[in-house]
């Protein structure tokens, strides 16, 4: 199949015209789609990760293989259940999201360096945290899609506000917070009681009878705060490719649960991504323009596909070669 002949088969109408495709989803696609990430949760937590330990490189590597394969093999019952333009949605939002939630991973690296969380605790604070994602993406997205739904307009506030963030992260501070300034911080530490002491990777602890949070709790709440913060970027960016809630929520939940092997594969690289937060702007400048264009003009998913993939991957080939010193 060539590349002329793949773009027409993810431009092909399903189940509806306009602009965006519009799905018939019966209550049986939402089920198999929420029973399959509930198994490969628990599979991940009972059986992979059952016992504590510190993740290599290598398993790193091979999980996020796995990740991503599960993914974009997902992509296959969306074209065989919805057709060829919901499979174009499913990948614009994957891409989408996948490249945006790469700065989480590195928030999260500065948050366990921040609290000296043992690498073998690790996993377990980020499991629950992208459990907790889960759920927070799904409010945002319905949620969103609603208000697109009823107010037109909120359109251009979405698209205004990618524009906004976009050149914020070309011209604004390139180093995250610290998180001993953290405001959300100090509202945990004085309503919840706490102790600095690690209890193995248990959230709670018992000292002199009473029952006390252990900073993992505190690195988990952290964790779900920032990512609401970046699902209040990534969610309205997924929403200029697929108005779709099924859609936007299958590519999002499939992009953040390959997330935790992610982290452990380029935690320490932060410094290596030379140009990949320029690369993520563009990327969501693209889409804010997108988004505040569509009443005029419509860009064809397979477009915003290529684009997507085209900036994200010179972004991480300029950086390559920048760590290598070439010019």
């Given at each position: 199949?060539?590349?002329?002949?793949?773009?027409?088969?993810?431009?092909?109408?399903?189940?509806?015209?306009?602009?965006?495709?519009?799905?018939?989803?019966?209550?049986?696609?939402?089920?198999?789609?929420?029973?399959?990430?509930?198994?490969?949760?628990?599979?991940?937590?009972?059986?992979?990760?059952?016992?504590?330990?510190?993740?290599?490189?290598?398993?790193?590597?091979?999980?996020?293989?796995?990740?991503?394969?599960?993914?974009?093999?997902?992509?296959?019952?969306?074209?065989?259940?919805?057709?060829?333009?919901?499979?174009?949605?499913?990948?614009?939002?994957?891409?989408?999201?996948?490249?945006?939630?790469?700065?989480?991973?590195?928030?999260?690296?500065?948050?366990?360096?921040?609290?000296?969380?043992?690498?073998?605790?690790?996993?377990?604070?980020?499991?629950?945290?992208?459990?907790?994602?889960?759920?927070?993406?799904?409010?945002?997205?319905?949620?969103?899609?609603?208000?697109?739904?009823?107010?037109?307009?909120i359109l251009y506030?979405?698209?205004?506000?990618?524009?906004?963030?976009a050149a914020r992260?070309?011209?604004?501070?390139?180093?995250?917070?610290?998180?001993?300034?953290?405001?959300?911080?100090?509202?945990?530490?004085?309503?919840?009681?706490?102790?600095?002491?690690?209890?193995?990777?248990?959230?709670?602890?018992?000292?002199?009878?009473?029952?006390?949070?252990?900073?993992?709790?505190?690195?988990?709440?952290?964790?779900?705060?920032?990512?609401?913060?970046?699902?209040?970027?990534?969610?309205?960016?997924?929403?200029?490719?697929?108005?779709?809630?099924?859609?936007?929520?299958?590519?999002?939940?499939?992009?953040?649960?390959?997330?935790?092997?992610?982290?452990?594969?380029?935690?320490?690289?932060?410094?290596?991504?030379?140009?990949?937060?320029?690369?993520?702007?563009?990327?969501?400048?693209?889409?804010?323009?997108?988004?505040?264009?569509?009443?005029?003009y419509h860009i064809?998913?397979?477009?915003?596909?290529?684009?997507?993939?085209?900036?994200?991957?010179?972004?991480?080939?300029?950086?390559?070669?920048?760590?290598?010193?070439?010019?």
């Open positions: 199949m060539n590349l002329a002949s793949f773009g027409s088969l993810l431009g092909a109408e399903s189940g509806g015209g306009g602009n965006f495709v519009v799905l018939d989803v019966e209550p049986w696609h939402w089920t198999v789609l929420v029973g399959l990430i509930a198994a490969l949760l628990l599979l991940d937590l009972l059986v992979f990760h059952r016992e504590a330990h510190e993740i290599t490189t290598k398993e790193a590597a091979l999980e996020s293989t796995v990740w991503i394969s599960i993914g974009v093999s997902f992509s296959l019952v969306v074209l065989w259940w919805f057709g060829g333009a919901a499979t174009g949605e499913y990948f614009s939002g994957y891409l989408i999201e996948k490249s945006l939630s790469v700065d989480n991973v590195f928030v999260w690296a500065l948050l366990m360096s921040y609290f000296k969380v043992p690498p073998k605790y690790q996993h377990r604070v980020l499991f629950w945290g992208i459990f907790g994602a889960l759920v927070m993406r799904a409010i945002f997205i319905f949620a969103g899609v609603a208000l697109i739904e009823r107010f037109d307009w506030v979405f698209g205004a506000f990618l524009l906004f963030t992260m070309i011209f604004g501070d390139k180093e995250h917070a610290d998180p001993a300034n953290s405001r959300f911080l100090k509202v945990i530490n004085r309503v919840v009681p706490s102790t600095d002491k690690l209890d193995g990777p248990h959230l709670f602890t018992k000292e002199n009878g009473k029952r006390l949070a252990t900073p993992l709790f505190a690195v988990l709440l952290l964790v779900e705060a920032t990512d609401v913060i970046f699902a209040v970027d990534s969610v309205p960016a997924v929403l200029a490719v697929s108005r779709e809630q099924f859609i936007v929520f299958a590519s999002n939940a499939f992009a953040i649960l390959g997330l935790r092997a992610l982290y452990f594969l380029l935690a320490d690289m932060h410094a290596r991504f030379h140009y990949l937060q320029q690369g993520l702007a563009i990327i969501l400048a693209f889409v804010g323009v997108k988004m505040i264009i569509a009443e005029w064809p998913t397979f477009l915003s596909l290529v684009i997507i993939a085209i900036v994200l991957g010179i972004s991480i080939t300029l950086s390559i070669r920048k760590g290598k010193g070439e010019p």
